[in-house]
């Protein structure tokens, strides 16, 4: 099946810095990615839809200038958790549909990110 | 918007009993609904798909039913394995989003 690459896997960092997670789908063409954050023992919650070349759409009570999502190619979404702190600390999740079959969406492996 | 809710929360079966989990959507609109399978620590993988026009799917052990009448629509897995335990998802698409239920969590016990 298709593969969808997130990195990095796991990331630790101080209060105040930013993170950049990269998601890339590696052998098709994703002109949406999604971004989904994951609480222990829970769903995953839609953060934010990423349009190649356009805005991302973000979900209602998600900070768009605290999660910045850029998606500049076909391939590579990448989201940015600005001045991160402590409760920002969770599982972040992309997934991209592909282009050539729209209902069908893959995930990545994840991000795992502890802000101290 | 869209409403899934899964059931059950957690589920316990015995190696080689089958196990059945399942989904309600409140949106006539939905029109695909794919199941996940997520490990611990990992993204979830897609396993089984069926969308609004069909009324059933399966692939080897697994299978999956929908009732667009009733808005229902359920994972079935035959002869259980250790491997399989996992977290199960269900999600239905309505127009370009994917809502997801709340998770069950599956021991397959040896």
């Known amino acids: 099946g298709a593969v969808v690459s997130q990195h990095p896997s796991r990331v630790i960092c101080k209060s105040g810095t930013s993170v950049k997670i990269e998601c890339r789908s590696l052998?098709?063409?994703?002109?949406?990615m999604f971004w989904y954050r994951q609480f222990p023992k829970k769903s995953l919650m839609l953060m934010a839809t990423?349009?190649?070349?356009?805005?991302?759409?973000?979900e209602q009570g998600v900070e768009k200038d605290k999660f910045l999502i850029n998606h500049a190619s076909l391939t590579l979404s990448t989201l940015t958790v600005t001045s991160a702190h402590p409760e920002d600390s969770s599982f972040y999740i992309c997934?991209?549909?592909?282009?050539?079959?729209?209902?069908?969406?893959?995930f990545g492996a994840g991000t795992r990110l502890s802000v101290l | 918007g869209e409403n899934v809710e899964q059931h059950p929360s957690t589920l316990s079966v015995q190696e080689g009993d089958s196990a059945v989990i399942k989904c309600t959507y409140s949106d006539s609109a939905s029109n695909y609904f794919p199941w996940y399978k997520q490990e611990l620590g990992k993204g979830p993988q897609l396993i089984i798909d069926?969308?609004?026009?069909?009324g059933e799917k399966k692939d080897q052990r697994i299978a999956v039913t929908l009732n667009k009448t009733a808005k229902h629509f359920s994972l079935h897995i035959t002869e259980t394995q250790p491997e399989d335990s996992a977290v199960y998802f269900c999600a239905a698409k309505n127009f370009n989003k994917f809502y997801f239920g709340s998770g069950t969590k599956l021991n397959v016990k040896p």
């Open positions: 997934s991209a549909r592909d282009r050539a079959g729209p209902n069908i969406q893959y």
């Open positions: 069926i969308r609004s026009n069909v």
């Open positions: 052998d098709f063409q994703a002109t949406t």
């Open positions: 990423s349009n190649e070349g356009s805005k991302a759409t973000y």
